[in-house]
Antibody
Framework: EVQLVESGGSLVQPGGSLRLSCAGS????????MNWVRQAPGKGLEWVAY????????YYLDSVKGRFTISRDNARNSLYLQMNSLRAEDTAVYYC??????????????WGQGTLVTVSS | DIQMTQSPFSVSVSIGDRVTITCRAS??????LAWYQQKPGKAPKLLIY???TLQTGVPSRFSGSGSGTDFTLTISSLQPEDFATYYC?????????FGGGTKVEIK
């Protein structure tokens, strides 16, 4: 069974930093591209970052470029999101999401349960 | 960036009703569209990809159609477990973008 389990969310002050982690199991982690998608309280879905399975490509939402860094450790079946210079508008549930790599575009077939990041003083 | 616009914002329906949700892209995305279902407090679930292909395990009462800029998600006969919020997503270009969501509520 495919599982994605996020951790690391918490309350942080504006300007602070946080590192999210996602542990994948039940599939060959290194075969799949991975993403972070977030959802602010009561709002819709917003894609944040993408990383190719071999680490050769990364893409970011403009509003997080230069502040967030996506990374992965395929030996540990893990995905990370380093978040610096956090702002109130970054408050959201952050989901770790798998791309099925079907060659038909970038969509999301498995989602973690999410981890809540709250940016507030 | 490609903007995705869904309508309606919400719809009130009864069990057994047919429901149609539309999604419009700000530019031609061919068949590069996915649909997701999200229930309160849960992660989204992939329903349809490439505009009309049903994800494994998704009931056949769900269907998708369209290409280019205009797309439709149809639920042929609404079941109690279908009350949820539905999102479309363009899958072609970064930044990947979602529609604002359509909430399907009980009448």
């Amino acid at each position: 069974e495919v599982q994605l389990v996020e951790s690391g969310g918490s309350l942080v002050q504006p300007g602070g930093s946080l590192r999210l982690s996602c542990a994948g199991s039940g599939f060959i982690f290194s075969d799949y591209h991975m993403n972070w998608v977030r959802q602010a309280p009561g709002k819709g879905l917003e894609w944040v970052a993408y990383m190719k399975r071999d680490g050769s490509a990364k893409y970011y939402l403009d509003s997080v470029k230069g502040r967030f860094t996506i990374s992965r450790d395929n030996a540990r079946n893990s995905l990370y999101l380093q978040m610096n210079s956090l702002r109130a508008e970054d408050t959201a549930v952050y989901y770790c999401v798998r791309d099925p790599v079907r060659g038909d575009g970038y969509n999301f077939d498995y989602w973690g349960q999410g981890t809540l990041v709250t940016v507030s003083s | 960036d490609i903007q995705m616009t869904q309508s309606p914002f919400s719809v009130s329906v009864s069990i057994g009703d047919r429901v149609t949700i539309t999604c419009r892209a700000s530019q031609d995305i061919s068949s590069g569209l996915a649909w997701y279902q999200q229930k309160p407090g849960k992660a989204p679930k992939l329903l349809i990809y490439t505009a009309s292909t049903l994800q494994t395990g998704v009931p056949s009462r769900f269907s998708g159609s369209g290409s280019g800029t205009d797309f439709t998600l149809t639920i042929s006969s609404l079941q109690p477990e279908d009350f949820a919020t539905y999102y479309c997503q363009q899958v072609n270009n970064f930044p990947l973008t979602f529609g604002g969501g359509t909430k399907v509520e009980i009448k």
